[in-house]
């Protein structure tokens, strides 16, 4: 519902302008595969799913275009990109090795050019560090807890 709801506000924002038209078709295809993605993950079709989320990505990156350019950003996302990745590849099934590096670069290329586009963007890249470092942090916590559970004795 919450990509439906951003769907039907897009379909009623209508423009004069050619530019502000494509825009908001392109924006209007993005959200249409985004939520077939959605759907077709509530019936475990993972790959296909993936599919339709990287047409969506196409679509944003479509509406973005590539100015301003600003490298740097997409050199960034790009390298962490590659690291987040060679992580855990060795663990993957056949099919989402072959897919991933696809769609991861889709994700980042999207990612790349919203943020070009943002003013402030290194504030917006610092801020999901951060979170991440928090997330990474709090999960001591869970650890904490699982080892307490496993190391209970009974008397």
């Known amino acids: 519902m919450p990509i439906l709801s951003l769907l039907l506000f897009v379909v009623i924002t209508s423009s004069e ?10 924006i209007t295809y993005g ?3 985004s939520s077939m993605g959605d759907l077709l993950l509530n019936f475990d079709l993972f790959e296909a799913g993936m599919g339709a989320f990287g047409i969506a990505q196409v679509y944003y990156i479509l509406a973005f275009g590539l100015k301003p350019l600003k ?15 060679s992580l ?7 099919i ?8 991861a670069i889709l994700l ?18 610092m801020g999901t560090y951060y979170i991440a470092q928090l997330g990474i942090t709090l999960s001591i916590n869970d650890l904490q807890l699982r080892e307490s559970t496993t190391t209970k004795k009974t008397y």
């Not at 490298?71 to 990745?85: P, Q």
């Not at 790349?112 to 890249?125: K, M, N």
Request: net charge positive; charged share 10%.
């Open 17 to 26: 302008n050619f530019i502000v038209t494509q825009y908001r078709r392109r």
């Open 96 to 103: 989402i090795k072959l897919c991933l590096p696809f769609y």
């Open 71 to 85: 490298l740097w950003i997409g050199a960034t996302l790009y390298a962490l990109g590659f690291m987040a990745i």
């Open 88 to 94: 855990f590849y060795g663990n993957l099934n056949t």
């Open 108 to 125: 980042l290329t999207m990612c790349w050019r919203s943020l070009a586009r943002i003013e402030g963007s290194h504030i917006y890249i």
């Open 31 to 33: 959200l249409v595969f």
